[in-house]
């Protein structure tokens, strides 16, 4: 079964360091996403990606945060100036068409700022 | 805007006991329903959907318009379904909505 990708697993960062997060989704699938998920909270929308533009974004996506897909394979989030909030696991997710059709996550980067 | 609120953080039974995991969600429209599973330090896993009412692992899922509930619910639990379960929500073409994810502990 395909899966989505995301290296590392775990990320350690001194607060205020810039951090990139890797995800390699499904390879026909045309929307991307990530979410984060801060420990003992629910799972939050950070950002939808489709046709190599932001489709949408929420609150929580301030400057510090963008995303690429730098190759046609990789999906990666980056924070430019981590601060000890940032603190979470964050998912990356992919599917080939949205609404009714389910996402695949990918298994999580447990970042953690100090 | 749309909301799914799963009222049990921790949801704790034995082995064998049935099971509900209640999740109820507020809409503007017609919205697709979902429950995902994430088992100790692995993925998000896509568990059911309500459009395609299956059954996976024993569970089941019905979508109740009438009440705004969509409970997960399985007769006899396993010690492996014990995980966080989300009830996740999605409008038309709009991104998946969360809720705030129950704890099942199944005792032996």
């Known amino acids: 079964e395909p899966e989505v990708t995301q290296t590392p697993s775990h990320q350690v960062t001194q607060m205020g360091q810039e951090v990139i997060l890797r995800c390699v989704p499904i390879?026909?699938?045309?929307?991307f996403y990530w979410y984060r998920q801060i420990l003992g909270q629910k799972v939050e929308f950070l950002v939808s990606?489709?046709?190599?533009?932001?489709?949408?974004k929420s609150e929580i996506f301030d400057d510090q945060f963008s995303v690429e897909r730098p190759d046609g394979s990789n999906f990666t989030l980056k924070i430019r100036s981590t601060k000890l909030e940032d603190s979470a696991m964050y998912f990356c997710?992919?599917?080939?068409?949205?609404?009714?059709?389910?996402?695949?996550f990918g298994s999580g980067t447990r970042l953690t700022v100090v | 805007a749309q909301r799914v609120t799963q009222p049990e953080k921790l949801l704790s039974v034995f082995k064998g006991a049935p099971v509900e995991l209640k999740c109820n969600y507020s809409?503007?429209?017609?919205?697709?329903l979902f429950w995902y599973v994430q088992y100790s330090r692995q993925r998000l896993q896509l568990l059911l959907r309500?459009?395609s009412r299956e059954s996976i692992k024993g569970f089941t899922a019905d979508l109740n318009k009438g009440e705004t509930s969509f409970h997960l619910k399985k007769p006899f639990a396993q010690e492996e379904d014990s995980a966080m379960y989300y009830c996740?929500?999605?409008?038309?073409?709009?991104?998946?909505?969360f809720g705030q994810g129950t704890r099942l502990t199944i005792n032996p």
């Open positions: 390879s026909n699938h045309l929307y």
């Open positions: 996740a929500l999605t409008l038309g073409a709009q991104k998946p909505v």
């Open positions: 309500h459009i």
């Open positions: 997710a992919s599917s080939l068409r949205q609404g009714s059709y389910g996402y695949t």
């Open positions: 809409y503007s429209g017609s919205p697709e």
């Open positions: 990606f489709y046709n190599n533009e932001i489709s949408e």
